[in-house]
């Protein structure tokens, strides 16, 4: 859903407990990318760009069978954020960037392959957006995930060629 955008619409990843693990630099990029695009800045296309790794089972350890379906707190998050957050409820979502009233729909035409030097541009685009940089606590998580980039260590053929792709993280600044 990168190309629908809607201050009402909440992007959330939906994480195995017994495959998370604190340190895993994939899942805090991805997390990063969304909590962007729910407080209404742009993720510069990371994660559209970052799905073809994301496609299917990233840690293949029970056969790739995903437990989504079975896991009722994926229901209850559409559940609660559809009737606590405005207009039904009363909590009101937190949008760093002016409220879009109507919704914006980009066109999406699927490549046989992306290009490969998408996702270090998209990252400089996040690490040098003004928006993200004055925000004291992205700026922070933003630290954070070059420190897990460093110490990430993938196993699998194209988790290593992504980061061989976000490799020129380690000559960013903040």
Known sequence: MSNLTHPSILRTI?????????DDFLIHLVVFA???????????????????????SIYVIEGGHSTIYEELNVYMTAVRYTFEVSPFGEYTRRNLMKSQEVATIEPFKAKQSSNPYYIPWAMRGICSDPSILAHDELKTELNSLFRLFEMWNPTSSKLKELKFKLDPLKSFTL
């Not at 939906?14 to 604190?22: A, E, K, P, Q």
């Open 34 to 56: 969304l909590r962007l695009r729910n407080l209404g800045l742009s993720d510069h296309g990371l994660v559209m760009h970052l799905s073809e790794v994301l496609a299917g």
């Open 14 to 22: 939906y994480i195995d407990g017994h495959f998370y693990s604190s």
